[in-house]
């Protein structure tokens, strides 16, 4: 059987929203192990809607209706992919026994934010 460009867009798409899923899962599994001082909870809940948000925004943009809205969508993920980043850093910096954990989130939304930003780049290279 031949598979078809657009198998494979299909699949990419499956496995990007699954990606996302599992990062938000980590995040608040990161909360949940953890012993989170009071002074940390802001931090920590910010975290969490932060990482929620590059998920929910994918699933809404892979359900748009035109070009314009999905791109709307993934550049919204990709700035709550940047907010990530700087809730993980912080919490890491006020956390630092928690590195080995902090760690592979921070590398993890990062490899999310440049696949966001590349979706972006060539859809809108696609529309012209």
Same mark, same amino acid.
């Given at each position: 059987?031949?598979?078809?460009?657009?198998?494979?867009?299909?699949?990419?798409?499956?496995?990007?929203k699954?990606?996302c899923?599992?990062f938000?899962?980590?995040?608040?599994?990161?909360?949940?192990?953890?012993i989170?001082?009071? +002074?940390? #909870?802001?931090? @920590? /809940?910010?975290?969490?809607r $932060?990482?929620? &948000?590059i998920?929910?925004? !994918?699933?809404?943009?892979?359900?748009?209706? +035109?070009? #314009?809205?999905? @791109? /709307?969508?993934?550049?919204? $993920?990709?700035? &709550?992919?940047a907010?990530? !980043?700087?809730?993980?850093?912080?919490?890491?910096?006020?956390?630092s026994?928690?590195?080995?954990?902090?760690?592979?989130?921070?590398?993890?939304?990062?490899?999310?934010?440049?696949?966001?930003?590349?979706?972006?780049?060539?859809?809108?290279?696609?529309?012209?």
């Amino acid at each position: 059987m031949i598979e078809r460009p657009s198998d494979k867009k299909q699949e990419f798409k499956k496995l990007f929203k699954k990606r996302c899923f599992q990062f938000s899962l980590s995040v608040i599994s990161l909360e949940q192990n953890t012993i989170i001082k009071q +002074s940390t #909870r802001i931090i @920590i /809940n910010q975290l969490i809607r $932060a990482a929620a &948000s590059i998920g929910a925004n !994918v699933v809404e943009g892979g359900n748009s209706t +035109s070009r #314009r809205e999905f @791109i /709307n969508f993934f550049q919204i $993920a990709l700035k &709550s992919s940047a907010e990530t !980043v700087y809730w993980l850093m912080l919490f890491k910096e006020s956390n630092s026994q928690l590195s080995d954990k902090i760690d592979p989130l921070i590398c993890e939304c990062t490899e999310i934010k440049k696949m966001l930003s590349t979706i972006i780049l060539n859809t809108k290279n696609y529309s012209k």
